[in-house]
Structures are given as C-alpha cells and as structure tokens.
C-alpha cells in the first residue's frame, strides 16, 4: 500500500512555521544571477553552457518521475533531507569547478524537493484538521515568503564573486537539512499509528487541474530565458550587481501577487484556478 507503519509523532501547528523556513532556504541562494558568468569564468562558451544545461534539464525530467515515488515510499521529511544535502553537495561540485558533476547531482536535488514540500503541506493542514482553504492561504503566505527569501539573497549574490557566491549557497541548503529533520511525517486523524500520506499522484491531480503539461512547457521557456538574460545583460555592459537587483524586482512582484491568490481565486472560483495559473505565466 502507499503507507507504511512508523512511529510517527503528532503534528504540532508549529510545523507549518518549520515547513515556511524549509522552502524558504530552498530558494536562499545568492548563486542564481551569476550562474552564467561562473561557468564564463570556468571557460565554457556559449554552446557549453546550453550543453550543460540542457543536461541539467534532461536529469530534472527524468528524476521528476520517480521522485513522487520516492516521496510516498520514503516520506516527505526524508525526502526533503536527501534533497538539501543533494543541492548542498551539487553546488560545491559547482563551485569547486566539477560543472557535469553538479549538473546531475543538483537537478537531482530539486526534482526530490519539487512537490514534496506541497504534499507535505496539504498533509500538515488535513491532520491539523483544518479546512481545505487553509491550505490555499498557507501556500499564498509560503510562496510571498520564499519569493521575497529568492529576491533579496539575489541582491546579496550580485555584489559577491561568481565563486563566492555559489559556494556560499551551498551553506543555507545544509542549514535546510538539518531543519528539515524536524519534520513529521502526519498521521491521519483517525490513524494515529500508521502514516498514511495523501498519495503524490492525488496531490498534483487536484492542484494542476488538468494544466500540468501547458504549464510545464512554459516554465521550460522560463527557465531557458533565465539563461539567456545574463548574455543580453552582459552584452549591455550591465553589472552582475545589475542582475541581483533585476532579480530583486522581478521576485518582489511575485512576493506581492501571491499575497492576493486566495482573494483571486475566491473571485473567478476554484474550477477557473487554471485562469489564474496561466495568467501568472504571461504576466
């Protein structure tokens, strides 16, 4: 079956608060805007880069499939564990130079992140008994949180040396593991002895509305635009202190939106979230 018998102890409601300090040293990083000017440094050009990349990419979607696997078999606090320490060592692979290296390990990482820490909030909310929309307004506070976290360790990793910067990230990911063992794996309110998570498949089922693929697609566009940025910046003559405050701006606006999800989705209605959802994208 999906569960499996541990002797789990009861959620407390500070886990939420634990789980917000998880996912915001996730995004603690001050190596996102001089990633590009790092593997520069290195001697990669442009085509290197996109190899290099690419790759990154590939390992992410092949790692995606089983990791909500690994997810219900391991449970989310393991999980979450395995993921920072992966991320820790994948960027001082990085750092240190071993660019193919990180490009495995690191990808790794955030695939095991990506979705757990959502079904492990929807699981804290419902063995806390709390109502369905508490699990919105508690992503919408989750998201501005992390995205203000992204936006202000981006202005931090602007002034620092591509190096520096990427090592250093490396710190808030063990702090991550470590925090994250903290964690409980909830048990349901009627089964207090076996853990019996909210299977992973549900989870996304009930969250994508039926939008997983389009939105996939465009967080690849995302994603290879994140890339391309930095050559157009640098092209411009704009220092990398430029880019942490571009990053800056462009965090601080999904800080601010995220705020106003729950207000938004109340107003078009939950069956229209997708709306919402795909405007976000655009915007």
Not at 257 to 267: E, Q, R, T
Request: hydrophobic share 50%; proline share 5%.
């Amino acid at each position: 079956g999906m569960g499996y018998t541990a002797k789990n102890k009861e959620v407390q409601e500070w886990q939420l608060d634990v789980l917000l300090w998880v996912r915001c040293l996730r995004q603690a990083v001050p190596a996102v805007p001089v990633m590009y000017l790092w593997f520069t440094d290195l001697g990669l050009g442009m085509e290197e880069v996109f190899l290099v990349t690419s790759l990154a990419s590939a390992v992410t979607v092949v790692a995606e499939i089983p990791s909500g696997w690994v997810a219900d078999r391991l449970g989310r606090k393991a999980t979450l564990v395995v993921s920072f320490l992966l991320l820790c060592i994948g960027y001082l692979l990085l750092g240190m130079g071993f660019v193919w290296a990180s490009a495995v390990v690191k990808p790794i990482g955030c695939a095991l992140f990506s979705g757990t820490d959502v079904a492990l909030l929807h699981e804290t909310v419902r063995s806390l008994n709390l109502e369905k929309k508490d699990a919105l307004k508690h992503e919408s506070r989750h998201i501005s949180y992390v995205t203000t976290t992204e936006a202000v360790f981006s202005v931090f990793g602007g002034f620092l040396l591509p190096q520096h910067a990427i090592i250093l990230s490396a710190l808030p990911t063990f702090i991550g593991a470590v925090l994250a063992g903290f964690l409980t794996n909830p048990t349901t309110p009627n089964e207090a002895s076996i853990y019996n998570p909210i299977p992973y498949a549900v989870v996304f089922r009930n969250a994508s509305h039926g939008i997983l693929t389009p939105l996939s697609i465009l967080s690849t566009f995302t994603y290879i635009s994140v890339w391309l940025a930095p050559v157009l910046w640098r092209a411009h003559g704009l220092s990398p202190a430029v880019y942490g405050w571009v990053w800056f701006a462009v965090n601080a606006a999904g800080s601010v939106g995220s705020m106003y999800a729950p207000k938004i989705l109340a107003l078009v209605g939950g069956s229209e979230g997708s709306v919402v959802a795909m405007l976000r994208y655009f915007i």
